[in-house]
């Protein structure tokens, strides 16, 4: 069964760091491009990032490009986001989905994680 | 970017009546490979989003063959033959085209 666990969230202060991890299992992780999904509180989805599965391509938002680095390690099955200079519109939950493909052709994020919350407050 | 833009964006159903949302993307989503990269997400009440559709057509494994996606141009539809109560929450239609993915407002589904 794939799993997908979301962790590292939490209250932060404006202009500070936070680290956000994914752990994958029930797939070969290393086979698979991943994202970052959040959502703010009340709102709808928005697309954060997407890395490739060997780390050779990574995407970004415009409203993070320069601040959020997305990055993983395929020997720990784990996905990272390294959130920097945080704003009060970073406010949101944070998914991470695993991206399927079959023969190039795309399948949709086929899972996703059950989120964490990062709050970006004084 | 693409814009993505989903209506209406709440749609009280009946019970064992059908239901139709719309999505139209800013530009075609049609990829050289003669597929459609729009995706139909479902987010139940207190849920992470689950896939429903991808290629604007294809159910994902386990979704019920009451829900169907079609396209017309960059106009797309996911319809849902007869609504369950299982059903409610909200609808996302996602291009995957390129970069950055953007996603539809959201159609809030409730049972009348």
């Known amino acids: 069964e794939v799993q997908l666990v979301e962790s590292g969230g939490g209250l932060v202060k404006p202009g500070r760091s936070l680290r956000l991890s994914c752990a994958a299992s029930g797939f070969t992780f290393s086979s698979y491009s991943m994202n970052w999904v959040r959502q703010a509180p009340g709102k709808g989805l928005e697309w954060v990032s997407s890395?490739?599965?060997?780390?050779?391509?990574?995407y970004y938002a415009d409203s993070v490009k320069g601040r959020f680095i997305m990055s993983r390690d395929n020997a720990k099955n784990s996905l990272f986001l390294q959130m920097n200079s945080l704003r009060a519109e970073d406010t949101a939950v944070y998914y991470c989905?695993?991206?399927?493909?079959?023969?190039?052709?795309?399948?949709?994020?086929?899972?996703w994680g059950q989120g964490t919350l990062v709050t970006v407050s004084s | 970017d693409i814009v993505m833009t989903q209506s209406p964006l709440s749609l009280p159903v009946t019970p064992g009546e059908p239901a139709s949302i719309s999505c139209r993307s800013s530009q075609s989503l049609l990829r050289h490979t003669g597929y459609n990269y729009l995706d139909w997400y479902l987010q139940r009440p207190g849920q992470s989003p689950q896939l429903l559709i991808y290629?604007?057509?294809n159910r994902a494994s386990g979704v019920p063959d009451r829900f169907s996606g079609s396209v017309s141009g960059t106009y797309f539809t996911l319809k849902i033959s007869r609504v369950e109560a299982e059903d409610v929450g909200v609808y996302y239609c996602m291009q995957a085209l390129q970069t950055p993915y953007t996603f539809g407002q959201g159609t809030k589904l409730e049972i009348k």
């Open positions: 890395l490739s599965s060997g780390s050779d391509y990574v």
């Open positions: 290629l604007g057509s």
């Open positions: 989905t695993k991206y399927s493909e079959s023969l190039d052709l795309h399948q949709g994020n086929d899972h």
